[in-house]
């Protein structure tokens, strides 16, 4: 199903969030099926309030897209957007929302306010919650519980400077990486004297906990995994950041 495909790759940048410490929320800007912005919740690291994630995969998909509206658009988020991002949301005239699990705390579809009824507004914006709910919510509970725990603090993990001497593509279900993208990446990897390791996650099973620590970095970076695509320009701000 389309909906739950997408917020697969929400939750994949909420896993990105976890890893920074960051309170693990990840958004997906989709149009035709095509994911045209990325974005987790960062405002430790950013040192910015409005850096949660549905407003960074908002700048990611108006830049991308050329245009500060994206009225043709779909926005995944993990979690029910909070009144920024319901107001950044309507403002962008995005078509669709679709959120996982539900914001007691801080919602603004209902939770706190209903921002998506306000009839006195003049975009509306269709609304579907539910989506891979269980799974968005369990990734925030483990998350705090490990909190409580003492665990989970952002010294813990080093970031993408430093964190690996090589890039990691990673395939994972229904993205398995081909030869073709290896060969593409290795020109790159070359000039910067970086190494390439591919993980099938899928194949090993034995990977998986392995693949828990690196995928941030591909994440961070916003490699496009999933298609026979490579986008230069990100993979050369990965390479940068991990020299
Ligand atoms: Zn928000």
């Not at 850096?51 to 700048?59: D, G, K, M, S, Y």
């Not at 949301?89 to 306010?113: K, N, Q, T």
């Not at 952002?154 to 993208?181: I, K, S």
């Amino acid at each position: 199903m389309d909906d739950e495909f997408f917020m697969r790759e929400a939750l994949y940048q909420a896993e990105a969030a976890a890893c920074l410490g960051e309170v693990p929320v990840g958004a997906v800007v989709v149009r035709d099926r095509e994911i045209v912005g990325r974005g987790f919740n960062a405002p430790i690291g950013e040192q910015d309030p409005t850096a949660h994630a549905e407003i960074t995969a908002l700048r990611d998909a108006a830049r991308n897209l050329g245009n500060y509206r994206l009225p043709e658009c779909a926005l995944f988020t993990t979690l029910e957007p909070c009144a920024m991002c319901a107001g950044a949301i309507l403002h962008a005239r995005v078509a669709r929302l679709v959120y996982g699990a539900r914001d007691p705390r801080g919602g603004a579809h209902g939770s706190i306010v209903n921002l998506f009824a306000e009839t006195r507004l003049n975009h509306h914006t269709a609304v579907t919650g539910g989506v891979l709910a269980d799974a968005c919510g369990e990734l925030l509970r483990n998350f705090f519980a490990a909190r409580r725990r003492g665990a989970g603090s952002r010294e813990q993990w080093p970031g993408p400077r430093g964190a690996l001497p090589m890039l990691t593509l990673v395939g994972r279900g229904y993205c398995h990486l081909c030869d073709d993208m290896a060969s593409a990446l290795q020109p790159l990897l070359d000039e910067y004297g970086a190494a390439l390791e591919i993980l099938d996650v899928d194949a090993d099973p034995a990977m998986t906990e392995k693949y828990d620590e690196l995928v941030p970095v591909l994440l961070l970076g916003g490699v496009e995994l999933c298609r026979h695509f490579l986008d230069e320009a990100k993979v050369r701000a990965v390479l940068s950041g991990i020299r």
